[in-house]
């Protein structure tokens, strides 16, 4: 990053700005990016101007990009900010924070350190770790990461439509200040203004993702449901508290996982059901009908043998399940190590998968995104 800019140059604006003028005002009268000015006068403030020498990256360690990441992209400290204070460049905080925000701390273990040669001297190759999917040539973002393994509501947005609430959060919750707003100077009562913050920006994001899904009532409602839930969280701090694959290294899950998994999945299932009806008053009728003692005393049926169409769902469900259970540390479920030497595999699981389609013809229906 410092090839393109001598030491006369990071002088000349770190200059400009101890002047008083903003460094987003010194970028464009120069000709640099806002970024690197700000860099260079955070560097400057620390070590002077040793801190504007040029010098090679520092090659972090797991631990170390494990906390440079929940800096930038958790703690929303500006970037420029991390970066000197860690002595990394700006491009290797992105990059890891793509990688974590596709793959969760655990792809930041597969990042190879980069070759230092001279050109022509052999450099290696710069090597990605396996956080995205490819569909025709094409690499996609990992959308969804077992959302429903999730022990509590915070968890489930970081898994759920990773696209959609990464562009929210980059684009209108931190814009709006996140959980760090910047307080005036004349509040006299920070931490309760503060909170005031916090409780406006996440509402307006999950309003907003509500919103999004389509013009109805019952969508905001949706939206607003899942702000309560989640506001506990981060006004208690614990948003974070789950960052790890659940029950990682062992086989089976602690009971009190298991719990916190089966109550934040009723907590989601008892969303969608805000989510899918069609009106309000259809949707107060569902849940009188739902919370009824007939209806919660007939639904151990779900789980009879003799029920022609309930049970051959169960046992799709149970062999779904368990796939993802399994699965979890994959890509996705049907990622198979080294598929190369399972092709017959494959080509099974693809007419298993045509038989099923053409057994299960049907009604058509039209697809739920269709009416947004």
Known sequence: MYKKHSIEERLLAVQKCLEGYAPRGVGRMLGIEEHYVSE??????????????????????????????????EKHVPLHRVSAEYHVSQAAVSRWTRI??????EALRTIKPQGTGRKGMGRPKKQEPQTELELFGIKLMRNFN?????????????RWHISLTTWFRDY????LGGSRPEIPAHIQNP?????????????????????????????IAWGAYHALLFLPLILLGKNRKYTNQVAEGRFLPTWKESL??????????????????????????????MLQWGTLRASYRFFLPDENLVWPTNI????????????????????????????????????ILILFIISNAGTEHTFIYFQF
């Not at 998994?261 to 107060?284: E, K, N, Q, S």
């Not at 149970?318 to 080509?347: C, P, S």
Request: with cysteine.
């Open 100 to 105: 974590y925000r596709q793959g969760g701390y």
């Open 146 to 158: 077992n959302p429903y393994f999730s022990r509590d509501i915070a968890e489930f947005w970081r």
């Open 40 to 73: 260079w006068l955070e560097r400057y403030r620390q070590n002077g101007i040793a801190g504007l020498q040029k010098r090679p990256n520092k090659h972090a360690n797991f631990e170390e990009k494990c906390k440079i990441v929940c800096e930038y992209a």
């Open 316 to 351: 799709l469900i149970i062999t779904m399940l368990l796939v993802e259970w399994f699965q979890r540390n994959k890509q996705h479920g049907l990622e198979v190590t080294d598929a190369h030497k399972y092709k017959w595999l494959r080509v099974v699981f693809y007419y």
């Open 172 to 175: 209108v919750y931190i814009p």
């Open 260 to 289: 916190q998994i089966l109550c934040t999945f009723l907590l989601v299932v008892l969303g969608w059901i805000i989510f899918r009806a069609p009106h309000m008053p259809t949707l107060l009728h569902y849940l009188e009908r």
């Open 191 to 219: 931490d309760r203004y503060k909170k005031l913050i916090i409780i406006r920006n996440t509402f307006v994001i999950f309003l907003l993702s509500g919103f999004w899904h389509g013009a109805n009532w019952t969508f």
